[in-house]
């Protein structure tokens, strides 16, 4: 098993930055990305950005591509998200999540374990 906990969010107001944090325990070796996924209040849940957990490879959501930067630590099994240029639209419970091999990396259903999400809002 793998548990995940979220920290870092808060209220900001639109332009503005945050960075969430993730922090990994347990059988982390048997994890082969980690990502972030986010719901909007009456919308379902939706991709954002992932990493592999060996390696550097990230992919992103359209709506946050040059906004948002994913990295992790694997000294702290930390993962981050950084973002900038924060709009009223990105306002959600922002949840981590990591997978084992195989399968896509942007479909929730292929995560094994998640946190239990953080708030994100971005005031105009």
């Known amino acids: 098993q793998v548990q995940l906990v979220e920290s870092g969010g808060g209220l900001v107001q639109a332009g503005g930055s945050l960075r969430l944090s993730c922090a990994a325990s347990g059988r982390t070796f048997t994890i082969s990305a980690v990502g972030w996924f986010r719901q909007a209040p009456g919308k379902e849940r939706e991709f954002v950005a992932a990493?592999?957990?060996?390696?550097?490879?990230?992919v992103y959501a359209d709506s946050v591509k040059g906004r948002f930067t994913i990295s992790r630590d694997n000294a702290k099994n930390t993962l981050y998200l950084q973002m900038n240029s924060l709009k009223p639209e990105d306002t959600a419970v922002y949840y981590c999540?990591?997978?084992?091999?195989?399968?896509?990396?942007?479909?929730?259903?292929?995560?094994?374990?998640w946190g239990q999400g953080t708030q994100v809002t971005v005031s105009s």
């Open positions: 990493i592999s957990w060996i390696g550097s490879s990230s």
């Open positions: 999540a990591a997978k084992k091999p195989g399968g896509s990396t942007y479909r929730q259903s292929e995560y094994d374990y």
